[in-house]
């Protein structure tokens, strides 16, 4: 066992058999960058924004600490694979500026390294973009920017508490294909109280006038504790209602599939396998990845861990040369085997018979019967979700698990 220790925690320890397996799946690192000028209302992220951290924790102390865990990580991982991709999040990351996510960078390359034709992926708030803000991290070795957009309406917009003007977020993805970007990703958000049919059309007209290539669209949820949970909670607003998402979710299929981008997963849709999120592919599929900044999670060969919350606590503790590990687990046989059914049958290529036991094959039958899984896929032994699966996609992994 490779063991680190871990303040006010019980040794941390990575199995040798995980070791060895090092580099034969997808490895990927993520970096979680927890500052953000305002929070959005429906956001449970580990962020905080400047009036809350005060003079605890800043960009320079986050950086130090990111630099000092990414070394841990490589010595703690011995020889570490060079990373087949990069995901920078939050957060919002954009708010380092150009010249900082170049030191995020270059705080993996030097820990790391970069494998050959790596995914170097940031997500941006389109407020603190600009050419030169693209420019800046083209040049710095990012391949892929993944931008906030959520909705084109002003007043959806304020229900979610996002402070950016309507039209920046397609400005700023056209930025950054002129800049040299090639993949560049919009994120929406649909089934926001008050939020009509017309606003959807609208948000989806506005992607694709931005000529992106990636497409991520989820379903509003209510997360405890936030501002929107409050809201709703009080009469406020409106939960969101679940025919009207499965009416949305068909609606921003149809438009996207009728552009040229189709799902590779429920809630991702790309203009080509190139344009697909690798490093997110590498959770579905079951890759190792390790997470770096406060709150961050990681996953080694079915061992996960996962950061202290706080970004003073987090550099405090790598300051002492300590590990800032707040909890971990090892998966049995069984969690892994539910949370491979769950993540790989969300994908387009489906989940194979060899996931299966023989009453969960039953079940697939079943489910094919009932048209949410496709019957020529189940003939050559996978089970991939039809478009009426996808939107039943959580109660079809129920029935193929507890079988």
Not at 291 to 313: E, Y
């Amino acid at each position: 066992m490779v063991e680190v220790p871990a303040s006010s925690a019980p040794v941390f320890t990575l199995p040798e058999s995980a070791l060895r397996g090092l580099g034969q799946r997808p490895f990927g690192v993520y970096v979680h960058v927890p500052f953000c000028a305002t929070r959005c209302g429906y956001c449970d992220f580990n962020t905080y924004t400047a009036g809350e951290l005060g003079s605890a924790a800043s960009p320079a102390s986050w950086l130090t600490g990111l630099r000092r865990e990414l070394e841990l990580a490589a010595r703690m991982l011995g020889s570490p694979p060079r990373a087949d991709t990069v995901f920078v999040g939050g957060g919002t990351p954009s708010l380092l500026g150009a010249e900082g996510l170049g030191r995020v960078l270059d705080a993996v390359r030097e820990s790391f390294g970069l494998a050959e034709g790596a995914e170097v992926t940031t997500e941006s708030n389109p407020e603190s973009t600009s050419p030169e803000f693209f420019a800046g991290i083209r040049e710095a070795g990012y391949t892929r920017v993944s931008l906030g957009m959520q909705s084109a309406a002003p007043h959806v917009l304020r229900a979610l508490d996002r402070v950016h003007t309507p039209g920046r977020p397609v400005a700023a993805a056209r930025e950054a294909r002129a800049a040299g970007f090639e993949h560049v990703n919009l994120d929406l958000i649909y089934g926001t109280p008050g939020e009509r049919i017309q606003d959807l059309r609208a948000s989806l007209e506005a992607v694709l006038s931005a000529g992106v290539d990636h497409v991520s669209a989820y379903a509003l949820i209510v997360e405890e504790g936030t501002a929107l949970a409050r809201r709703v909670r009080k009469g406020e607003l409106p939960a969101p209602d679940d025919d009207v998402l499965a009416a949305d979710y068909e609606l921003i299929d149809h438009t996207l599939r009728q552009a040229g981008l189709h799902w590779y997963e429920v809630s991702n849709w790309a203009a080509s396998p190139r344009a697909r999120c690798a490093h997110n592919l590498g959770y579905w599929l079951g890759g190792d990845w390790w997470g770096a900044g406060p709150g961050a999670h990681s996953h080694i060969a079915g061992v996960r861990w996962w950061n202290v919350k706080h970004p003073a606590r987090y550099a405090a503790l790598l300051e002492r040369s300590q590990p800032p590990v707040a909890g971990s687990e090892e998966l049995t046989a069984a969690d892994r085997h539910l949370e491979r059914i769950m993540l790989e049958l969300r994908l387009a290529e489906g989940l194979p018979f060899d996931a299966l036991d023989e009453a969960g094959i039953r079940q697939a039958r079943a489910a094919a019967a009932e048209g949410l899984l496709e019957s020529p896929a189940l003939r050559r032994g996978r089970a991939v979700l039809t478009d009426s699966g996808r939107l039943l996609a959580d109660a079809v992994v129920r029935r193929l698990v507890t079988s």
